[in-house]
Structure formats: C-alpha cells, structure tokens
C-alpha cells in the first residue's frame, strides 16, 4: 500500500491539521450560538469511521450495491432508536441536512406551484420554507404569517386568517429563532379547517421533545423533519418521521428523488446519538438546558435587555437591542472579541437590515454541555451586558479575561 494512504493526517496536509487544531482551541470560547452544541467522543468516532467508504444507495435489504450488511445494521439501529425516541410511526434517516429534509417532504407531497403558508424570516422562519432565495420558494409559492407586533408570539387566530386568505397546500410550523412553545394542536386545527398537510420542522427543539421539555408535533403533524445535531447534540445531518400513510412516498422523495448514496458514517453517528438521547442522563441535560435558557433570560431583563416574547420557553431567547444603541452586527463583533461567540439576529418588525440587524440569538446547548449550570448564566449575563453597553477596549479585555476564567473550569475537550 502506497505511503499516502496511512499517513496521519498531521502529515499529509499540515495545513488542514492546524486548522482543525485552531478550531478545536476556538471552540473553548463562551459558545452561545442556538444552533449549535457538542458531540460526544463516541459520535465523533462514528462520524469519521471506516463507513465513509461504503455506497448504500437505496434502503436496508433493498440496495443497489453489495457488501451493505454492516452498514444496514446502523441504519436499521438509527431507524429504531429514533422511533423510539420520538413515538415516531416511520423514520427516514438519510437525509444530509435539515433543508434536503424540507425539500423532501414537498418533492413528495406538493405540485410546482402549490402554496406553503410558513413564519416570516424575519420573525424566526427558515430559508427552506418557502423563502424567494430557496429552491423551497422557486418551487413552490411561499406565503407567510408573523408574531404578533404587541406579544412576539404566534397568534394563532391570525395564523387561521391567513390560512383562509391564502389556501396552502402545507402549512410548516417550528422555526430557528423563536423563543417559545409551538402550538402544535392549534396548528393542526388550522390545517384541518383549510385541508392543507402539516409540517413541524422542529430542528432547533428536537432534542427538548426528546426529552419531554417541549410538547411534540408528532400526534398532530403530518411530517416532521429535523436535523440531528442542535439540541440533540449529535452529528451534523437529518431525518423525517411521518405517518405509515406516507412512509413510501418519503422514502422515494429522498431516495432517488433528491439524494444518490446516503452518508453511512453519518448515520451510524446518528444512531449512537439516539441511543444516548434515550438515557435518563440526557433528558436531565436537556432539562438543564432550557432551566439555563430561563436562568440567562430573567438576568438579561434584570439590565433591561428587550427579549422578544418577554422571554423564552426552550433553548433560545432573541434581545432587541434597540434600547442599548448597539447593532446586532456591533454586538456580535464586541462580544466575539470578548470571548463570547453568537450571532446577530433579526428581531420581528427589525427596522435594520439582515447584514445589520437589531438583534442577537443567545442559546444555552454548548455551555449546558459543558456542565455550566444557573450560577454560570449569571456570570454569563453580566458580561454580556458589560460588553454590549460598553464595547470599548478596556472593557472588551476585562470581559474576555473573566470569560478564559470561566472556560478554564469547563474545559470542552480534556
């Protein structure tokens, strides 16, 4: 065997190697990206395994390619464990990200040209629903319903009005930046009342549902798709559940319909997530992760940060940040030098522009998983507060030296 092929990786491309190396020195930072959380060891050795070499295009004993027994056991694993987590009817889980999911579930259910009524992007909504710039929204006719100006919160009378105004053939409820429970009962009634399907894209608060800390879509939704890193703290991927009804059409729309080969070290990570998500110990993380959502929450209303709903219900909370006189853009780059990473975010009715802003998405995954519990919210809140209302030099090297303080005593990788 030529030398190439058991060189380490340190060798072979030393320039890749320090990168990874930057990387994983970075990610001891304060990380408060919503979207983001950490993988266990075992996960990440499935995710780099010796399965990235296998083609498995098709489904478990249904391949187009020999030599797929090993790798139908991981999937199989995945599907059952998944099932189990989520009381789920039918799993797929092959697709590659939350997007191909969505894409997925309209490729087998929708005409070109059939309306998806779905939130606003500006008020928390997702490209993939039905947004201009998406293939969702070249597609597909994407109409659009907001919070509410007075209560930052999903009102679902003017959600059925709009329903009613617009005849959607898929009405998509769950988002990437809203702060509180989702109203999955009420949603199915108002896609009953206009004969539309629904989806629960419930990427952000999977691993929240898994763990009983959000209600579930699953005994209202059509489909449901997610990605399985975010809450549920596994590899970067994702997978739709639906109804047995419509499990043969799913599975045609992601096989051959959108994706070829399924990523099979992907999805052997994805089975061990779900296995770890079924423990006892994981539901108390996830618990803990929201308990440090409101924890972080009431101490940033305490210096009168403006948080859209008043609040937060799950992972995640949005400051307007119009009374500080800072820009969500301003922030992000005063904190991220602070040693506290998050981004900037559109708040409902943002009079800035997305490059912009007027606000900034705070979420507690990574720093629960690290086991920082309410004491360390309130470290977290109050340089936050320091750094935004006084983002000069001074303050920004204070902040970050009480932020290498508090990292120090939660090491990510040890």
Not at 170 to 181: L, N
Not at 292 to 298: P, S
Not at 314 to 322: F, R, T, V
Not at 360 to 366: D, F, K, S, Y
Request: hydrophobic share 35%.
């Amino acid at each position: 065997m030529d030398e190439w092929f058991t060189q380490s990786l340190s060798d072979s491309d030393p320039a890749v190697f320090e990168a990874i190396g930057n990387e994983r020195r970075r990610q001891e930072a304060i990380n408060l990206i919503a979207s983001e959380s950490l993988t266990s060891q075992a996960v990440r050795e499935a995710s780099g395994c010796v399965m990235t070499n296998k083609y498995a295009e098709g489904y478990p004993g249904k391949r187009y390619y020999g030599g797929c027994e090993y790798v139908d056991v991981v999937e199989e694993l995945a599907i059952e464990r998944a099932k189990k987590l989520f009381s789920a009817e039918h799993v797929n889980v092959q697709p590659h990200s939350g997007t191909q999911a969505n894409l997925a579930v309209y490729l087998a259910m929708l005409k070109p040209g059939d309306t998806i009524l779905s939130m606003e992007l500006s008020h928390g909504g997702h490209l993939s629903h039905g947004y201009k710039i998406n293939e969702s929204g070249k597609l597909y006719n994407g109409e659009f319903y907001n919070v509410s100006k007075q209560t930052g919160r999903i009102d679902p009378a003017e959600v059925l009005a709009r329903a009613r105004e617009v005849e959607p053939k898929m009405i998509v409820c769950g988002y990437s930046a809203y702060p509180r429970k989702v109203p999955f009962k009420e949603f199915r009634e108002i896609a009953d009342a206009v004969d539309a399907y629904l989806m629960a894209d419930i990427a952000h608060i999977a691993g929240l549902v898994a763990a009983g800390v959000h209600p579930s879509p699953i005994d209202y939704a059509d489909f449901v798709t997610t990605t399985t890193h975010k809450t549920l703290m596994g590899p970067r991927g994702a997978m739709i559940m639906c109804r047995e009804e419509y499990a043969k059409d799913i599975d045609r729309a992601v096989f051959p319909g959108c994706q070829g080969g399924p990523f099979m070290q992907q999805i052997a990570a994805k089975a061990v997530c779900f296995k770890e998500n079924l423990a006892k110990e994981r539901r108390e993380l996830n618990q803990q992760v929201a308990d440090n959502a409101k924890a972080l929450a009431e101490e940033l209303l305490g210096y009168d940060f403006n948080l859209v709903s008043g609040g937060t219900d799950n992972h995640l909370m949005l400051a307007d940040l119009s009374n500080k006189n800072i820009t969500g853009k301003d922030a992000e780059k005063a904190l991220g030098e602070s040693g506290i990473t998050l981004n900037k975010n559109t708040v409902p009715y943002d009079t800035q522009s997305p490059f912009v802003t007027s606000g900034i998405r705070i979420g507690t995954p990574c720093v629960t998983a690290r086991g920082m519990k309410q004491p360390q919210m309130k470290q977290i809140a109050d340089m936050i507060n320091e750094a935004v209302t006084t983002p000069s030099a001074e303050t920004i090297n204070k902040v970050r030296d009480r932020a290498c303080d508090l990292t120090s005593q939660f090491p990510v990788y040890v």
